[in-house]
């Protein structure tokens, strides 16, 4: 975008000033009546990187994350996407983001192409309704009415909805559970693609050899907090001998007791 | 031009997605295309047939029976059931006999003078008994029987039963959609997009008046070809009116669906909406039977206002300016509720 600027200050004050990290956020707070879901949590996702969101049941990802989109209002907090806020620029943000949310069902009655044909027509830019089905590898299912899909097939047609646009930052939370290894490992691909052409993830999950394998840095939040923040490999070693994965730092980290959503 | 990767604009996408989910679910076909059909047949069939309806009467044995009997059967489509006291009385009040006759001197009708057919019986019976006992008429009047299409009760229920559908399909056909869209969180998920929420709407009324076309359309040709109700006035303003009638009730439904998070919350608003007006704005029989304190009211209603300016055209041909008033109070209803609808709206 600067190359076309011919305003020269404006290319020197975007050469001296970093870009905006894809997600900021300070200070965020969120309760439901007398249960606080999220109780002062700080993050900065960097652009082009996967940020990984690890937590317990309950632990206040899917607010934070929801917050993040701009679905819900923090009680207090500040946010930046992209260094823009949602209150007044969430227009054109939503054009620039993509989003998968938990558990959304898509209407069954309409097939993949026509599901993600309406999702496309929102978008003012991104690849054709044929390239995002060819990205998430549906040409098969492309007339097969959405109630018809696998779970496997649904999740992909989901994360092709957030595709559509070419989002500079996408959201997905928990995108993999209740999938078999082989729908993990293909949306794990997927990922992989969008991030070598310099898009920024932010995704929640249980699943920590996915954030072992698909993160540069995860967050482990518990109680409304993150309580761990680095690199999946500097959180193992930190943990000396009784570490050998990530789950053993999430156990040693959130304790063994069971969480109840 | 937008670059939309093929698809077209949102507010075309968004009524085809709409338009498919319906088309793709034949039991709303069904419902909205050959349900008023059915129904305009059933009453047609019930109440255009030519000769008069029958009065059932029952008659308790008793001294005089024999001569009661041949003078009732003498009346032609009187039809006499000989019934013991306590069938007589159950008879009665199940509406299978409407006036029950004990013989004597005099004799005694039993009926509920509440009931309009009860007290056709109760004249019937009693002119025939009276006249068996010696009464002559003064005179033999002159009968002129009035079948002409346009004053059959039939005619005057078409356009009560286009308006009831209007309002139906209408309050049902965008309230379970956009409550259904909400309880699988797909709202969420286009409020997640940068989908205008203008143009959701928008397209849920625009499919909405494409569902409008077949219903109407069903039952206005069947209401013509089968049934031969006359057209009085314009079929364009007719549509207009449907038209009209469609976006008042789309706003109402969208309205009364705006906050509900589930399909069951929503169809007890929608029944607490519409039961009232299907008793009080005319449909099956003419509001003018309710208190004149009432009136200012009812005509307020959106389907009271719709159902007479259906009748005004359809069977007065009223002219545009014969349907001003009701045009008026539509319009004040659809954009009072889609107004507060769109302030109202959740999308979680």
């Not at chain 1, 899917?62 to 260094?83: M, R, S």
């Not at chain 2, 007589?88 to 029950?100: F, I």
Request: proline share 5%; with cysteine; aromatic share 8%.
């Amino acid at each position: 975008m600067y190359t076309l600027c011919h305003n020269h200050e404006v290319i020197d004050a975007a050469r001296l000033e970093p870009p905006p990290p894809a997600v900021a956020c300070r200070g965020l707070q969120k309760r439901y009546g007398d249960v606080v879901a999220v109780a002062g949590l700080d993050l900065e996702v960097r652009r082009g990187e996967c940020f990984g969101l690890l937590g317990p049941n309950g632990a206040g990802k899917t607010t934070t994350i929801e917050i993040l989109e701009g679905l819900l209002a923090p009680d207090a907090g500040e946010v930046e996407v992209l260094g823009l806020r949602w209150g007044r620029h969430a227009r054109a943000l939503r054009q620039r983001l993509g989003i998968q949310l938990q558990e959304t069902q898509l209407s069954e009655k309409l097939t993949v192409e026509e599901t993600i044909r309406l999702f496309r027509s929102f978008y003012r830019r991104g690849p054709s309704v044929d390239e995002v089905i060819q990205l998430v590898e549906l040409e098969s299912k492309r007339g097969s009415r959405v109630g018809k899909l696998s779970g496997g097939q649904r999740q992909r047609l989901s994360v092709a909805c957030a595709l559509v646009n070419q989002p500079e930052v996408l959201f997905l939370d928990e995108p993999t559970t209740g999938l078999d290894p082989q729908s993990r490992r293909h949306f794990w691909d997927v990922l992989r693609a969008f991030r070598s052409r310099g898009g920024t993830v932010l995704l929640t999950t249980h699943y920590m050899d996915e954030a072992q394998s698909v993160c540069d840095r995860v967050g482990i939040v518990d109680q409304g907090r993150i309580i761990a923040l680095d690199t999946p490999e500097a959180l193992v070693r930190g943990l000396g001998e009784a570490g050998k994965t990530l789950e053993d730092v999430f156990v040693a980290l959130t304790g063994r007791h069971l969480r109840d959503d | 031009m937008t670059d939309r990767g093929g698809a077209f604009h949102p507010v075309i996408e968004l009524t085809l997605a709409r338009l498919r989910e319906f088309l793709r679910e034949p039991e709303a076909v069904f419902w909205v295309v050959f349900f008023p059909v059915l129904l305009a047949f059933a009453l047609g069939l019930a109440f255009s047939g030519s000769g008069e309806p029958e009065i059932h009467v029952g008659l308790i044995p008793g001294q005089g029976d024999a001569r009661a009997r041949e003078a009732l059967l003498s009346v032609p489509g009187l039809v006499v059931h000989d019934l013991s006291p306590e069938a007589a009385d159950r008879a009665l009040r199940d509406g299978e006999v409407a006036l029950v006759v004990r013989p004597g001197s005099p004799p005694e009708y039993r009926f509920d003078p509440v009931r309009e057919e009860s007290r056709l019986a109760r004249f019937a019976v009693d002119d025939a008994l009276q006249r068996a006992e010696g009464r002559e008429d003064r005179f033999e009047p002159r009968i002129e029987r009035v079948e002409i299409p346009g004053s059959r009760y039939v005619d005057w229920v078409i356009p009560g039963l286009l308006g009831m559908n209007i309002m139906g399909t209408g309050m049902w056909s965008l309230g379970y959609a956009v409550v259904y869209a909400r309880s699988r969180r797909l709202l969420k998920r286009l409020a997640a997009t940068p989908m205008s929420r203008v143009h959701y709407l928008a397209a849920q009324m625009l499919a909405r008046l494409v569902f409008l076309g077949l219903e109407v359309g069903a039952l206005l040709v069947f209401a013509r070809l089968v049934l031969d109700v006359p057209m009085a006035g314009s079929l364009v303003l007719v549509s207009a009116l449907a038209v009209l009638g469609a976006l008042a009730f789309a706003g109402l439904g969208m309205l009364v669906a705006s906050r509900a998070r589930t399909i069951e919350a929503v169809s007890g608003w929608m029944n607490f909406t519409m039961v009232p007006m299907w008793v009080l704005s005319g449909v099956f029989f003419s509001s003018a039977h309710f208190p004149e304190v009432t009136q200012p009211l009812i005509n307020a209603l959106p389907l009271t206002a719709l159902n007479d300016a259906l009748r005004a055209v359809m069977l007065d041909g009223a002219g545009v300016q014969g349907v001003a008033g009701e045009g008026a109070i539509l319009t004040v209803w659809t954009v009072g509720c889609f107004g507060l609808a769109l302030r109202l709206f959740r999308w979680q």
